[in-house]
């Protein structure tokens, strides 16, 4: 069965940084194009990062882009989202999935961006 594992999130200030790390048992996982979504209590999860398989080729949510960069460590099965001048905004909890999110989902890491 296909398990995600995120960690790295937590409190951090506005204008701070975190990384995310998901470690993914996911069965040929450099095959698969990888994204991470987000979601606010009671609102839908979306997608805010996604990278190619082949040639990692990158996209990332307008809300986002040039402060989040998500990569991808195809020997450890892992992918990360580093977040740079984080928002209050961008309080989430934060999944890592295929590209289409159709896998079962982790349980997800907290993000708090708060003064």
């Known amino acids: 069965q296909v398990q995600f594992v995120e960690s790295g999130g937590g409190l951090v200030q506005p204008g701070g940084s975190l990384r995310l790390s998901c470690a993914a048992s996911?069965?040929?996982?450099?095959?698969?194009?990888m994204a991470w979504f987000r979601q606010d209590p009671g609102q839908q999860r979306d997608r805010v990062a996604a990278?190619?398989?082949?040639?990692?080729?990158?996209w990332y949510e307008g809300s986002v882009k040039g402060r989040f960069t998500i990569s991808r460590d195809d020997a450890k099965s892992t992918v990360y989202l580093q977040m740079n001048s984080l928002k209050p905004e961008d309080t989430a909890i934060y999944y890592c999935?295929?590209?289409?999110?159709?896998?079962?989902w982790g349980q997800g890491t907290q993000v708090t961006v708060s003064s």
């Open positions: 990278i190619t398989s082949t040639n990692g080729i990158t």
């Open positions: 999935n295929n590209y289409w999110g159709t896998a079962s």
């Open positions: 996911l069965r040929d996982f450099r095959t698969y194009g």
